[in-house]
Nanobody
Framework: QVQLVESGGGLVQAGGSLRLSCGASGRTFSMYAMAWFRQAPGKEREFVAGIIWNGRDTSYKDSVKGRFTISRDNAKNMLYLQMNSLKPEDTAVYYC???????????????????WGQGTQVTVSS
């Protein structure tokens, strides 16, 4: 069973950058589709970015396209989210999620994912 642990959150000024990391335990990380979700106070959890098992396809929420980049290193069992040009509306708890599948498509609904990390807080000040 793969377990996920996020890191890299923090407080940053608008326009700044952060890189989130998600480390996975276990030997089967490479068979997992992965994604980043976020949840702001009083709002539902939402899809931010997803990546297929081999990293060859990605998908993004419209509001983060061109600013965020999702990537993975299967040799290191790591998932990343590079966030640039951060805005106050990006403030949320960010979660990494995983689903064991070799399907070459992106899952964008949270109920489709089987594994979740504990979350890391990202706060963007104006």
């Amino acid at each position: 069973q793969v377990q996920l642990v996020e890191s890299g959150g923090g407080l940053v000024q608008a326009g700044g950058s952060l890189r989130l990391s998600c480390g996975a335990s276990g030997r089967t990380f490479s068979m997992y589709a992965m994604a980043w979700f976020r949840q702001a106070p009083g709002k539902e959890r939402e899809f931010v970015a997803g990546i297929i098992w081999n990293g060859r396809d990605t998908s993004y929420k419209d509001s983060v396209k061109g600013r965020f980049t999702i990537s993975r290193d299967n040799a290191k069992n790591m998932l990343y989210l590079q966030m640039n040009s951060l805005k106050p509306e990006d403030t949320a708890v960010y979660y990494c999620a995983g689903k064991p599948t070799y399907w070459n498509g992106i899952y964008s609904e949270d109920y489709e994912y089987d594994l979740w990390g504990q979350g890391t807080q990202v706060t963007v000040s104006s």
